[in-house]
């Protein structure tokens, strides 16, 4: 089993590491088969460009999938020991694998899994049906950026920890912009960047400040670990959430280049806990922010709430305070991503330990 799986993997690992010497491509001066050495983050753009976050080469390569065929109603998805399927696909066993990220592309509803074999090997696959692939990425076009201002490959904390694999920790995309959250080398290292796309010489990024009422202390080390963009009283915000699940909300007018922004922290959902995903589905004229963790059930936020919430929390608590939210009825979700506004993709390790892929609706939002 393991002989196998290191000739499959070394095939798959080829799909990556493939073309530092390709001339440039006509279509954009993209390159073919860009060289990833990590996954650490996945978001789709705008016409099938996927963003790949790479943190151990603290670059994002922009890959164009050519999956452009709308899908405008998607079938609910539910596959059992989706796990146990991605590690037999590879030919391994389910203990040599991690499911890193899930990202949805918005025009075709297929469903990209980020996978990493316990070497370090990353691996993009695609799930349509029942069926697993892997992304045939040595031969797709893509641009990328590396991130100015990113920490030293031998950068360690005072855990002894490497700090590069932090140097991105979320991404998304907004109104021709991907934005980076991570750590960078500065003194104040929690960074937010906003880079427009297609890719130029340009990035603005501003370091970030929290008080984190559940450490009862400000925090400017700590990287945002997955955020979203919302508006809210009729002004544009980062929602962003920290180890921990402190809820903080950042005006992107305030994130310039150059600036040191503080965070309004507007909500402590539980500590000894580390915030996974965060997605916004709408119902009715309300919208609801929905943050999947480690440790906690998946927790429901409606916006109007945050909106009411005038205040910051600026002294210490235990356990929650805040903005008001509802704890949904599900637990230990690994990964969450919609499907549409009305559908939720659900990576969920079950009671038993079985690893499902499920779809959640409004019946159980």
């Not at 065929?69 to 609910?76: F, G, L, R």
């Not at 508006?231 to 007018?253: M, Q, R, W």
């Not at 539980?270 to 009715?284: C, E, F, H, K, V």
Request: include cysteine; charged fraction near 20%; glycine fraction near 6%.
């Amino acid at each position: 089993m393991k002989k196998t799986y290191f000739y499959l993997v070394a095939a798959v690992a080829g799909l990556f590491l493939f073309a530092a010497t390709t001339p440039p491509s006509e279509n954009n001066s993209m390159l073919v088969g860009p060289e990833i050495k990590s996954i650490s983050s996945l978001s789709f753009g705008p016409d099938g460009i996927l963003f790949v976050g790479d943190s151990k080469s603290a670059t994002v390569f922009a890959v164009n999938t050519k999956d452009i065929k709308q899908n405008k109603k998607p079938a609910a998805v539910e596959m059992k020991n989706i796990d146990q399927k991605i590690a037999a696909a590879l030919g391994t066993e389910v203990t040599n694998i991690t499911i890193v990220d899930m990202a949805v592309n918005p025009l075709s509803k297929k469903i990209y899994l980020a996978v990493q074999n316990s070497d370090g090997t990353p691996v993009l696959l695609t799930l349509t049906g029942d069926k697993i692939e892997a992304v045939p990425v040595k031969d797709l076009r893509y641009t990328s950026v590396v991130l100015n201002n990113a920490p030293a490959e031998d950068a360690k904390d005072h855990r002894g920890r490497p700090l590069r694999i932090s140097s991105i920790s979320d991404l998304g995309y907004m109104d021709g912009k991907l934005m980076v959250s991570g750590l960078s080398n500065h003194e104040f290292s929690s960074s937010f960047k906003s880079i427009p796309y297609p890719f130029t010489s340009k990035q603005d990024e501003s370091t970030l400040e929290i008080y984190h009422a559940a450490h009862g202390k400000y925090e400017t080390s700590a990287p945002i670990r997955t955020f979203t963009t919302a508006e809210i009283n009729g002004k544009k915000y980062l929602v962003a959430s920290y180890t921990c699940t402190p809820l903080v909300l950042f005006s992107l007018d305030e994130l310039k280049p150059g600036a040191h922004v503080k965070g309004r922290t507007v909500a402590e959902m539980g500590s000894g806990n580390s915030p996974i995903d965060m997605i916004t589905l709408t119902a009715g004229n309300e919208s609801f922010l929905m943050m999947a963790n480690t440790k906690h059930p998946v927790a429901k936020v409606n916006y109007k709430n945050i909106g009411a919430f005038e205040g910051t929390l600026t002294e210490p608590v235990k356990g929650t305070a805040g903005v008001n939210f509802t704890a949904l009825p599900m637990t230990n979700v690994l990964q969450l991503d919609k499907l549409d506004n009305t559908q939720v993709l659900v990576l969920q390790k079950k009671t038993n330990g079985d690893v499902d892929l499920w779809t959640a609706n409004d019946t159980n939002l």
